[in-house]
Every structure is written in structure tokens, then in C-alpha cells.
């Protein structure tokens, strides 16, 4: 089985500039969520979707925003790249938004590293 | 809010040495734990989990026991090998933010032949 797929792998943009990353869902798996993992640091939530609405935001600027689609994957974007905004964009998966994932079932995918000029 | 505080890497060892990486958290409530392990090149993986007090979790040799009294969740393995090369993040799922996993910074494990 396919597990959580993410494009592209790699992008390199510059300053000001607008990203969009795209993510496809385990088979079966209605949530979606968004981490971002800075060089050297651990993952930072940045958004949940479940069901296409948004259940849950990090600590992010407005310049962030996703969305779901009715096939349940889902695109991260930002706006105004920032040199800051560098990192692996990981996307990960599970059955349901909330409670499963005290379980631990939360998949991810390899991430889209982003790089900004 | 959440935290998850660990030890800094980075961890050299020698193949068939024991490990140990601390992990101590801050939470509401009563928190789930987790390490997840990233490999080179490949993507975040979970390695083991706890759900409550006294728990131990267990994957591949590698063992953490969820310790309410002092807020720890322990990684260890008694033999380590070359291929346990990776990053290790421990995490936590509170019930005040059950939506959302709060990590480590990650402690680089280097296993050496």
C-alpha cells in the first residue's frame, strides 16, 4: 500500500515569493496534517484538516494557509517566503483527527525540503 | 503549554554498546508518549509508544518506560547497531492539544563498526 506521498521533494525559491506543497494521503486515512522541521530542530505543528475543515493551527504567520479536497489530500501555502520559512515541510496522515493519534497513528511522509534565496 | 525537553546530541558510539537518551516532557493532563526515529533520507517513522503511567514501550530491541512521578520517557538499548543510525525525536500527544504531536529538538545517533 501507498504510504503518505508529497511533492515535490526538493524546490528552491527566492524571497518573496509564493509556495505551494502538495500531499496525498494514506488510502483511507480522512485527516491530514502539516509539520515544520527547521535544520537541526524537531517537527513544529502547523495545521491539522480533517474532514476538509481545519481542526487545529500552530504558531504560524497568515502568510501560511492549506486547505483539504474531497479526495482528502491536501496543498500547504505561503506567501512572502522569508529566508526563515527554509526547512522540511512533513506531511502526515491518519484515520481520524483525534483519537487515534494517541495511539501513535500518525504517518508521515519523506517532506518537501524548501529552500529560500 | 507542551514541551518536550531532550539530550542534546550529538551520541557516538561503538556497535554492541548500550544506549541511553533522556527524554522529560511538560503537559496537561495525562500526555501519550512517543519516539520517532528519522533515517537518512527517509521520512519520520514511529518507533514505540506509551499511553499511561508505568507503560513500557517496546520496537527493535529499544525499550521506554513512561514515568508519571518524574515526567520522563527514557530511550534505551542494550546492544546498539551500525544500521540504529538516525535521529531520534522523542514526542508527546497531550490532552489539552490532542490534535497535534509536540516534539523534541532530536538527538543524532552515530553507531560506529
Known amino acids: 500500500d501507498a504510504g503518505v506521498t508529497q511533492s515535490p521533494t526538493h524546490l528552491i525559491k527566492t524571497r518573496g515569493q509564493q509556495v505551494t506543497l502538495r500531499c496525498s494521503p494514506i488510502?483511507?486515512?480522512?485527516?491530514v496534517s502539516w509539520y515544520q522541521q527547521v535544520l537541526g530542530q524537531g517537527p513544529q505543528f502547523i495545521f491539522q484538516?480533517?474532514?476538509?475543515?481545519?481542526?487545529g493551527r500552530g504558531n504560524f504567520p497568515d502568510r501560511f494557509s492549506a486547505r483539504q479536497f474531497p479526495n482528502y489530500s491536501s496543498e500547504l501555502n505561503v506567501n512572502a517566503l522569508l529566508l526563515g520559512d527554509s526547512a522540511l515541510y512533513l506531511c502526515?496522515?491518519?484515520?481520524?483527527?483525534?483519537?487515534?493519534?494517541?495511539?501513535?497513528?500518525?504517518?508521515f511522509g519523506e517532506g518537501s525540503r524548501l529552500t529560500v534565496l | 503549554g507542551d514541551s518536550v525537553t531532550q539530550m542534546e546530541g550529538p551520541v557516538t558510539l561503538s556497535e554492541e554498546a548500550f544506549l541511553t537518551i533522556n527524554c522529560t516532557y511538560t503537559?496537561?493532563?495525562?500526555?501519550?508518549l512517543f519516539w520517532y526515529v528519522q533515517y537518512p533520507g527517509e521520512g519520520l517513522q514511529l518507533l514505540l509508544k506509551?499511553?499511561?503511567?508505568?507503560d513500557k514501550g517496546s520496537n527493535k530491541g529499544f525499550e521506554a518506560t513512561y514515568r508519571k512521578e518524574t515526567t520522563s520517557f527514557h530511550l534505551e538499548k542494550g546492544s546498539v547497531q551500525v544500521s540504529d543510525s538516525a535521529v531520534y525525536f522523542c514526542?508527546?500527544?497531550?490532552?489539552?492539544?490532542?490534535?497535534?504531536?509536540?516534539f523534541g529538538k532530536g538527538t543524532l545517533l552515530t553507531v560506529n563498526p
Open positions: 502526515a496522515s491518519s484515520v481520524t483527527g483525534t483519537s487515534g493519534l494517541r495511539d501513535g497513528e500518525l504517518f
Open positions: 506509551a499511553t499511561k503511567a508505568d
Open positions: 488510502s483511507g486515512h480522512k485527516s
Open positions: 514526542a508527546l500527544i497531550s490532552g489539552g492539544s490532542n490534535y497535534k504531536l509536540t
Open positions: 484538516y480533517y474532514e476538509k475543515e481545519e481542526r
Open positions: 503537559a496537561t493532563g495525562y500526555p501519550s
